[in-house]
Structures are given as C-alpha cells and as structure tokens.
C-alpha cells in the first residue's frame, strides 16, 4: 500500500515484504523491480528539488528508512510496521539470492569497498554468486563514454539483483534513467551500505536505531563528512514534518 507523505508515495511495507517482492521480480519477467528508500535527508532534498521528489515517488517501491519517518506516518494514521532500512535489505536480499541461486552486482562506493562488501557477503551467505562488483570514478554520470562503459558492465554480467551505492541523488537518478539498459531485475538503491558492509562504517547497535538516533551515531563516526548534513542542511526538516503534521490524521 502506498500512502502520500512529505508530498512522496511512500510504501507501507516491511523488510520481509520488501525481500519477499525483490526475489518475484528476480523470478519474472518485464521490467526490474526499483526499489529506493526515503529518509530525513531525501525528504529535505525532495523539497528543495521537486524533480529529485517525482524520481523518489516514480520507485516501485519507496521505504520509510529512518524512524522520523515511521513515526510521522503514524501520526498521519498511516500503519507502517517497522523501519524498512538499506542496510538491513541488503544483507537479507543477499541470503535470500543465496538460497534461491540467484545472483548480485554491487556498484559504487569508494574503490575497493564493493569488494570488500561482496566478500563479507560472501563470507555469510556461502554459495551466494556475485556477478561483479564496480567502483566507477567520480562524475562518471556526467561523461557519455564512462557512462555507456558502466551500464555495459553491468550489462554484460546481467545480475539478478544490482545494489547502487552512489548516494543520493546520484543513485535515483542514475537507476530511473539507465534501468532498461542495465539488465538487472532488481535495482536497489543503497546510500552507505556498502561502506557498513566492507568494515568502513560501523552500524549503530539496534536501541540506538529504534530511538531514531542512528543520525548521531553516524556523526560521531564521520564528522567531517556529515556534520553540515545533519547540523545545517536537514533542519529544514523541523518545519517539513510541521507542516505535515498540520494536515492531520487521515
């Protein structure tokens, strides 16, 4: 079910449902399944850029990833079970492609951290088949012939299921303009689960997730790189979710 929040077409679902609709598509046919989540940040930068908010909506499926959101939609009278987070749907998409004998491509992230992560994968899930693994350089999306090279390696390893770790809105928008030519099933869009993955970035332990203080224990792990984020840029999240609020309960 879907339900209109922050202006985007977010999915009531849960992780297991998630998982469940990631390994139909990898047994169907037609076109892959997207699959993108939405937190705080995307919810600022949705609103900022109602371009990058019609990409998120346009998903097959959009997650409520982070518990602010979670929350909201059930202020609104929205019945969202859980938080349904990358980082936790990568991992189980991983032991379920494993069970099944289906395969995974890992794209993005710094050099060497998808590799990492498909190792780790790997290492948990035996038997999992990763169809490749790429790291492409910075501004690849903007040059024609880096780009037509990355689509063709993905391409040539036809995976059943592509992870895309660009960050947003790199990642959104590279998946819904390349996702007929990348043929994959299944498309994720991932932010940072890869750097979890790989050892890079440790993951908040889970009462720290259920009281929506992951975004403080990211900080303290990554300052530099997320202070002006989560400290300037999504305070504009305060009057979004206000102004939500206002609309009242369904």
């Known amino acids: 079910m879907k339900v209109d929040l922050f202006g985007l077409r977010v999915d009531v679902i849960t992780t297991e449902q998630t998982v469940e609709r990631v390994m139909q598509a990898c047994a169907g046919e037609g076109d892959p399944l997207v699959v993108f989540s939405c937190n705080v940040d995307m919810v600022v930068k949705a609103h900022r850029d109602p371009d990058f908010g019609a990409t998120l909506s346009s998903a097959d499926i959009l997650t409520a990833d982070g518990m602010p959101i979670v929350w909201m939609g059930r202020l609104r009278g929205h019945p969202f079970p859980e938080r349904v987070a990358g980082s936790e749907l990568v991992?189980?998409?991983?032991?379920?492609?494993?069970?099944?004998?289906?395969?995974?491509?890992?794209?993005?992230?710094?050099?060497?951290?998808?590799?990492?992560?498909?190792?780790?994968?790997?290492?948990?899930?035996?038997?999992?088949?990763?169809?490749?693994?790429?790291?492409?350089p910075m501004g690849f999306d903007r040059d024609p012939l880096l780009?037509?090279?990355?689509?063709?390696?993905?391409?040539?390893?036809?995976?059943?299921?592509?992870?895309?770790?660009?960050?947003?809105?790199?990642?959104?928008?590279?998946?819904?303009?390349?996702?007929?030519?990348?043929?994959?099933?299944?498309?994720?869009?991932?932010?940072?689960?890869?750097?979890?993955?790989?050892?890079?970035?440790?993951?908040?332990?889970?009462?720290?997730?259920?009281?929506?203080?992951?975004?403080?224990?990211?900080?303290?792990?990554e300052p530099r790189r997320l202070a002006r984020r989560y400290l300037v840029e999504d305070l504009a999240f305060f009057p979004i979710a206000w102004a939500e609020l206002r609309k009242g309960r369904r």
């Open 147 to 221: 780009l037509e090279e990355a689509v063709e390696a993905v391409r040539r390893a036809s995976p059943d299921v592509l992870f895309v770790a660009l960050g947003a809105p790199r990642q959104e928008r590279f998946i819904q303009a390349q996702k007929a030519r990348l043929g994959a099933k299944a498309i994720l869009g991932i932010g940072g689960s890869l750097d979890m993955l790989a050892g890079r970035v440790r993951r908040a332990p889970r009462f720290v997730q259920r009281i929506g203080a992951e975004w403080l224990w990211r900080l303290a792990q």
């Open 91 to 136: 991992p189980r998409i991983a032991a379920a492609c494993a069970r099944a004998g289906r395969s995974v491509f890992l794209f993005g992230a710094a050099p060497g951290v998808a590799d990492a992560a498909a190792r780790r994968l790997q290492a948990d899930n035996p038997g999992l088949r990763v169809a490749g693994t790429l790291s492409p």
